[in-house]
């Protein structure tokens, strides 16, 4: 039986369980496949009882996501209350390890993945949005106060990376038992705060030999490679559900049927996306592996390259949000791929510490920083414009790395 005061604890308390199961739902299947339905069965109630409380889903859908923005924006508030960036973001890296030790522990239902916030209708997606705009500015204050326009572009791309870095750890961190979590925890830290190079702030990358990666280095494309090219455009953008099969091939003038003559389902084009990403990725890294110099110089290279793909290349990689709406099974596969990508980039940290290019660093940890860092940078592409020359502004991002978020004085 429904509440009978909207003002009492007990409604507040019932809410409270519906947004944590609806939660749970999105962050399983995707935002569009979860129902009022399945919410209701979830916590034991039926479909009308909670229009009680939602009399749409998209006031749920909402309120899901306000509660994470809630929940980050007092997350960024108490670290930037701490006396120094070095504080700052030792507070920060430890309240996410601290969250994800409570999902792990059984809680369900605090944190929702804010990927399809961009398939939300514009009027709907533009407050949430705009508190997402107030926790980035909050995470660009842990570095102080910028006295120059360059100085706030290096600030504003710590804060992407740093919040980037914490909305990948819960995916990798699967791979690591809690009694781990302080040990990883630190690494973090460290890597974050100084970067990789054993000389700090070493940014020489060189030129890596046939860069099939590039869009650009093809000849004509081919109608299945416009496809896979406009899905990955549109996804990035608008997310899964946003990115239909209308628009995907409107933006490219063929009609649906051309579409379904490629690809039996949009899950089958998401995921023939993630793999053309996935062979580009793995091809740049084999093409640093083959040349010559030491092992931070190969690296170097390697990121100079996948930075300048999601920065200006015509076709980007796809986002890593993309996973949410795949199935199980592809899920896994999709993430099984790019764990092997990363260990390959930890092969490269691996090498390059036995060559003494690179610092003594947790390479397993450092490997999937580097992947969440490659993956924000299609959102820095508006950021990157701002800079007169592309070069500048893949230095300025790769300084995350290779200088770390923590000026040392």
């Not at 106060?145 to 995916?171: D, G, I, N």
């Amino acid at each position: 039986m429904a509440d009978t005061g909207k003002g009492t604890k007990r409604f507040g308390e019932k809410r409270q369980a519906i947004v944590h199961a609806a939660s749970v739902l999105v962050n399983e299947v995707g935002m569009q496949a979860t129902t009022l339905s399945e919410v209701a069965r979830a916590i034991g109630l039926n479909a009308t009882s909670i229009t009680y409380y939602f009399s749409r889903k998209e006031q749920l859908v909402v309120a899901v996501y306000e509660e994470t923005l809630d929940r980050m924006d007092r997350m960024a508030s108490e670290a930037l209350a701490e006396p120094d960036p070095q504080a700052r973001l030792q507070k920060y890296v430890a309240q996410h390890v601290a969250l994800r030790t409570r999902i792990r522990n059984g809680e369900r239902g605090l944190v929702t993945a804010l990927s399809e916030i961009r398939s939300l209708d514009a009027e709907t997606q533009k407050p949430l949005l705009d508190r997402y705009r107030q926790v980035v500015e909050k995470v660009r204050g842990f570095f102080g106060e910028p006295t120059s326009a360059e100085q706030r572009a290096v600030f504003s791309a710590r804060a992407h990376v740093l919040l980037e870095a914490m909305m990948w750890w819960p995916v990798w961190s699967l791979r690591y038992s809690t009694l781990d979590f302080p040990r990883v925890q630190e690494r973090m830290v460290d890597i974050l705060a100084h970067g990789l190079p054993a000389q700090r702030a070493t940014w020489q990358p060189f030129p890596l030999k046939v860069r099939h990666w590039r869009s650009t280095s093809k000849g004509e494309p081919t109608q299945n490679d416009e496809f896979l090219r406009a899905a990955t455009i549109m996804i990035n953008r608008l997310g899964y559900r946003g990115a239909s099969v209308n628009r995907i091939a409107e933006s490219i003038n063929v009609t649906k049927g051309s579409f379904y003559h490629h690809h039996e389902a949009k899950d089958e084009l998401v995921l023939a996306c993630f793999n053309k990403s996935h062979d580009r990725l793995s091809a740049t890294q084999m093409a640093g592996q083959n040349a010559d110099g030491d092992y931070w110089g190969r690296l170097s290279s390697v990121l100079y390259e996948l930075l300048r793909v999601q920065f200006f290349d015509s076709m980007p990689l796809l986002r890593t949000t993309a996973l949410q709406a795949l199935n199980t099974e592809h899920k896994t596969d999709v993430v099984t791929r790019s764990n092997r990508l990363a260990r390959r980039f930890a092969g490269f940290l691996i090498d390059g510490i036995a060559d003494g290019s690179v610092r003594p660093v947790d390479p397993l940890v450092a490997s999937q920083i580097i992947m969440s860092t490659l993956n924000a940078a299609y959102e820095a592409r508006r950021w990157a414009e701002r800079f007169a020359d592309g070069d500048a502004a893949i230095s300025a991002y790769a300084s995350t790395l290779f200088s770390g978020l923590i000026d040392t004085q």
